[in-house]
């Protein structure tokens, strides 16, 4: 049998921590000025990486942590550092230049680490410790692929709207992106910091 209780548990916490809603003024402001292919491959791509890490991450997540001698604090501090430079970008008009530079936004900063990002990994790898027979395995699995198929839809729907809004409506979703991702950052450091006050890392 399958445990419920815990599929809508992990489901519901991946879906405020990784926020689909959220995620599409960030995905249109990155993708804007590329084709409809380029958005749907960068769509597909995003979601695959980061079903990737996050599925990485919940097997050898505390191996790596361990070995590199990295504590999670620190891991979010890191991403929340590197999203408030692209937030930054976002906000100043300079987000043409990272985009170029990089090549592929889907990698970085959507797959990780606005949507694999130290807070989604965290929670995985706590639901991964609750793992003892079959039912909650399968339960966590369903509930980080269920999530995963909702940012998809999240961002492959988001592409009408882009074509709706046109450059001006583009240029306001940018900045309410940049707005956006700068507050996730500060959120994700001040914790950090929060943690490392406590004597968490």
Same mark, same amino acid.
């Given at each position: 049998?399958?445990?419920?209780?815990?599929?809508?548990?992990?489901?519901?916490?991946?879906?405020?921590?990784?926020?689909?809603?959220?995620?599409?003024?960030?995905?249109?402001?990155?993708?804007?000025?590329?084709?409809?292919?380029?958005?749907?491959?960068?769509?597909?791509?995003?979601?695959?990486?980061?079903?990737?890490?996050?599925?990485?991450?919940?097997?050898?997540?505390?191996?790596?942590?361990?070995?590199?001698?990295?504590? #999670?604090?620190?891991?979010?501090?890191? @991403?929340? +550092? /590197?999203?408030?430079? $692209? &937030?930054?970008? =976002? !906000?100043?008009?300079?987000?043409?230049?990272?985009?170029?530079?990089?090549?592929?936004?889907?990698?970085?900063?959507?797959?990780?680490?606005?949507?694999?990002?130290?807070?989604?990994?965290?929670?995985?790898?706590?639901?991964?410790?609750?793992?003892?027979?079959?039912?909650?395995?399968?339960?966590?699995?369903?509930?980080?692929?269920?999530?995963?198929?909702?940012?998809?839809?999240?961002?492959?729907?988001?592409?009408?709207? #882009?074509?709706?809004?046109?450059?001006? @409506?583009? +240029? /306001?979703?940018?900045? $309410? &992106?940049?707005? =956006? !991702?700068?507050?996730?950052?500060?959120?994700?450091?001040?914790?950090?910091?929060?943690?490392?006050?406590?004597?968490?890392?």
């Amino acid at each position: 049998m399958l445990d419920t209780v815990l599929l809508v548990e992990v489901f519901v916490t991946l879906f405020v921590i990784m926020d689909p809603v959220g995620t599409v003024p960030i995905f249109l402001s990155l993708t804007s000025g590329r084709s409809a292919d380029y958005a749907r491959r960068a769509a597909g791509q995003a979601v695959g990486v980061s079903f990737f890490v996050i599925v990485a991450f919940a097997i050898f997540g505390q191996q790596i942590l361990s070995y590199l001698h990295i504590s #999670l604090p620190a891991l979010q501090c890191a @991403g929340g +550092l /590197l999203l408030l430079l $692209i &937030a930054l970008e =976002l !906000l100043t008009g300079n987000e043409k230049e990272p985009t170029s530079a990089t090549g592929n936004v889907a990698i970085v900063p959507l797959a990780t680490p606005l949507l694999a990002g130290p807070g989604a990994i965290v929670a995985v790898m706590l639901f991964v410790e609750r793992i003892d027979d079959v039912a909650t395995f399968a339960a966590v699995a369903i509930g980080v692929i269920a999530m995963h198929a909702c940012l998809w839809v999240a961002m492959r729907f988001s592409l009408p709207i #882009l074509r709706l809004i046109r450059e001006s @409506g583009v +240029l /306001l979703v940018t900045r $309410i &992106a940049g707005l =956006l !991702l700068s507050a996730i950052a500060v959120q994700l450091v001040a914790d950090a910091v929060r943690a490392f006050i406590a004597g968490e890392g």
